[in-house]
């Protein structure tokens, strides 16, 4: 860690900028930057594993699912993330306070008294219902070509979905996830408001010592360069993962059984 603060303020001196207050508080913003990807790191997965059921319910027959997962959805989507964050950490928060002398008996309150777990807790149910529209809109990319196929080789429907349809939605949905996780990235900076020192947090920290605007100007090249690692990373990862389809036939189709290759050609 400390090297890379090295390396990071001598380009940054190379370049032109005063170098002065970030010798000092240098570490700090790093750590920061490292309580981010931590929040993005836990926030991801939660969302995702609350996405699939969810987009399930949003392409179920039962319009009592369907219903409830598109007002999920609409919600979440519709209202501004610190809004919802603030929700949830001073609504919830009081609410647990009430409770404070059983979740003490518990051993639980050291988790409710930390507002690390109300940002985790509130980007996750933020982040699943972006997720599951994109993981509903692959899914609904599938030939219907596809699950025929799977049926006529007799296997479960959940076979079907598991091994067939989900393999191929999550490939087109590749792209639209990279998207999702820059926009959590950039979006976490508001946890610093439910007193978290990740990036945003610790440049107000600084800024309250040294009322240097200039930590600002930091802090938005830590996020340029975060971003643009993860986004170079996740083209490579996204480029090895769908090179089949580049050498695919001309003429061939996503998701497009042989015979309807050839029919075509």
Same mark, same amino acid.
């Given at each position: 860690?400390?090297?890379?603060?090295?390396?990071?303020?001598?380009?940054?001196?190379?370049?032109?900028?005063?170098?002065?207050? $970030?010798?000092?508080?240098?570490?700090?913003?790093?750590?920061? !930057?490292?309580?981010?990807?931590?929040?993005?790191?836990?926030?991801?997965?939660?969302?995702?594993?609350?996405? !699939?059921?969810?987009? $399930?319910?949003?392409?179920?027959?039962?319009?009592?699912?369907?219903?409830?997962?598109?007002?999920?959805?609409?919600?979440?989507?519709?209202?501004? &993330?610190?809004?919802?964050?603030?929700?949830?950490?001073?609504?919830?928060?009081?609410?647990?306070?009430? !409770?404070?002398?059983?979740?003490?008996?518990?051993?639980?309150?050291?988790?409710?008294?930390?507002?690390?777990?109300?940002?985790?807790?509130?980007?996750?149910?933020?982040?699943?219902?972006?997720?599951?529209?994109?993981?509903?809109?692959?899914?609904?990319?599938?030939?219907?070509?596809?699950?025929?196929?799977?049926?006529?080789?007799?296997?479960?429907?959940? &076979?079907?979905?598991?091994?067939?349809?989900?393999? &191929?939605?999550?490939?087109?949905?590749?792209?639209?996830?990279?998207?999702?996780l820059i926009l959590v990235i950039k979006g976490s900076s508001v946890a610093s408001l439910a007193t978290v020192l990740d990036v945003m947090g610790q440049t107000r920290l600084v800024f309250s010592r040294t009322y240097d605007f200039e930590v600002y100007l930091?802090?938005?090249?830590?996020?340029?360069?975060?971003?643009?690692?993860?986004?170079?990373?996740?083209?490579? $990862?996204?480029?090895?993962?769908?090179?089949?389809?580049?050498?695919?036939?001309?003429?061939?189709?996503?998701?497009?059984?042989?015979?309807?290759?050839?029919?075509?050609?």
């Amino acid at each position: 860690m400390e090297g890379l603060a090295s390396g990071f303020l001598w380009l940054a001196g190379a370049v032109g900028f005063d170098t002065g207050m $970030m010798t000092t508080y240098g570490a700090k913003m790093i750590a920061g !930057c490292g309580t981010t990807l931590l929040i993005v790191v836990l926030t991801m997965p939660i969302g995702a594993a609350i996405a !699939c059921p969810l987009a $399930m319910a949003r392409m179920s027959r039962n319009p009592v699912l369907r219903n409830l997962a598109a007002g999920y959805i609409y919600v979440f989507r519709g209202t501004p &993330q610190l809004a919802q964050l603030f929700l949830i950490y001073a609504g919830l928060g009081t609410l647990f306070l009430a !409770c404070r002398p059983a979740l003490e008996d518990l051993g639980l309150w050291k988790y409710f008294r930390e507002g690390f777990y109300y940002v985790i807790f509130a980007f996750s149910l933020n982040t699943a219902a972006y997720q599951a529209e994109i993981l509903r809109g692959g899914i609904e990319s599938v030939a219907r070509g596809q699950s025929e196929a799977g049926q006529a080789l007799g296997l479960h429907p959940a &076979q079907i979905f598991r091994k067939i349809v989900l393999p &191929q939605a999550l490939i087109v949905s590749l792209r639209p996830y990279g998207n999702e996780l820059i926009l959590v990235i950039k979006g976490s900076s508001v946890a610093s408001l439910a007193t978290v020192l990740d990036v945003m947090g610790q440049t107000r920290l600084v800024f309250s010592r040294t009322y240097d605007f200039e930590v600002y100007l930091w802090a938005a090249i830590i996020y340029l360069v975060t971003v643009e690692a993860i986004r170079r990373l996740w083209d490579a $990862m996204e480029n090895r993962m769908t090179r089949h389809l580049r050498h695919a036939p001309i003429g061939a189709k996503a998701g497009a059984m042989p015979g309807e290759t050839a029919a075509a050609a």
